[in-house]
């Protein structure tokens, strides 16, 4: 069964850094690619970033570009979300899940790893 769980959320002050960790249970994650999402209370699901299979391709929501970065460690059947200069508003549950590549659908939720940034 292909599972994937989110670590390393916390509560950090605002400015302060977390790194994100999304680890495969089951499955290879280098045959997919890996997205990761937020969902804040009251509000919709929201796409932050996704990687390609091999690494080479990333993509961001256009509001996190330059704060966030995710990268993949095949070896290590990982990938992780560096976040700094956080922000009040990046208060959320984040998830990862994967796909075939990062315009598919996305499978296999993690349970979710809360991030709460307040001073």
């Known amino acids: 069964q292909m599972q994937l769980v989110e670590s390393g959320g916390g509560l950090v002050q605002p400015g302060g850094s977390l790194r994100l960790s999304c680890a495969a249970s089951g499955f290879t994650l280098d045959y997919y690619a890996i997205g990761w999402f937020r969902q804040a209370p009251g509000k919709e699901r929201e796409g932050v970033s996704c990687?390609?299979?091999?690494?080479?391709?990333?993509q961001y929501a256009d509001s996190l570009k330059g704060r966030f970065t995710i990268s993949r460690d095949n070896a290590k059947n990982s990938v992780s979300l560096q976040m700094n200069s956080l922000k009040p508003e990046d208060t959320a549950i984040y998830y990862c899940?994967?796909?075939?590549?990062?315009?598919?659908?996305?499978?296999?939720w993690g349970q979710g790893t809360q991030v709460t940034v307040s001073s």
């Open positions: 990687i390609s299979r091999s690494g080479n391709v990333t």
């Open positions: 899940a994967a796909a075939l590549n990062c315009d598919y659908p996305f499978h296999s």
